[in-house]
Structure formats: C-alpha cells, structure tokens
C-alpha cells in the first residue's frame, strides 16, 4: 500500500508564506513525478506545480515567481515553498504521486488527503 500524507497547512496573513510538505510512503520502487493540486470552494481542483526528474519545475501562471516546488529524492518527499501568499491562494492543498509499486509494471496515480491553506486578515 502506498500513502501520501501532506503537511505544513494553516491560516496566514496576505503576504506571508508558508511550506507544504508530502511524504510518500510504503512499498513504493519509484516515484516519477510529484506535484500540487489546489481546490478552492466551489471550484474544481486545479493544477499548481509539478516536478518531473530530469526535467525543469512546471507551474501555473497565478502561483509563477511566488511558489516554489522542490523535492528530496532520498526521502521521497516533495515541498512547496508559498511567498507573497494571496486571499485567492486559499483552498486545499493536495499532493500527488506517480508511483510505481514494488513489483508491479506500470505506475498509479496516488492523492493524499489534503491539507487546508487559508489566506486571511
């Protein structure tokens, strides 16, 4: 079995900055690409970043020069790093993993739970 458990979410005044964090455990062989998903109240979840081995990060546009998305490979961990933090940044963060399991062939998409990020004065 293979979780995915988020962190680091909270209430933040516009302007601050906060730093998610994801742990991906159990019987993984390999992880390829890590990335973040938001969804906002009574909106769909939407794409936020993603990081790719090999390959330069991918953002949205409304999070470019703000967030930052990194990953440790040894722990298989993935961070988000949020500055200059908006109302409109509000939303639940979730976590998302392409993994493959020990043993098996081909690769699965896995979500955490999800970890709430509130943006307010």
């Known amino acids: 079995q293979v979780q995915l458990v988020e962190s680091g979410g909270g209430l933040v005044q516009p302007g601050g900055s906060l730093r998610l964090s994801c742990a991906a455990s159990?019987?993984?062989?390999?992880?390829?690409?890590m990335a973040w998903y938001r969804q906002a109240p009574g909106k769909q979840r939407e794409f936020v970043a993603r990081?790719?081995?090999?390959?330069?990060?991918t953002y949205v546009d409304s999070v470019k020069g703000r967030f930052t998305i990194s990953r440790d490979y040894a722990k298989n961990m993935v961070y988000l790093q949020m500055n200059s933090l908006k109302p409109e940044d509000t939303a639940v963060y979730y976590c998302?993993?392409?993994?493959?399991?020990?043993?098996?062939?081909?690769?699965?998409?896995?979500w955490g739970q999800g970890t709430q990020v509130t943006v307010s004065s």
């Open positions: 998302n993993a392409d993994i493959t399991r020990r043993g098996e062939y081909r690769s699965n998409d896995y």
């Open positions: 159990g019987s993984i062989f390999s992880i390829n690409a």
């Open positions: 990081i790719t081995p090999g390959r330069s990060p």
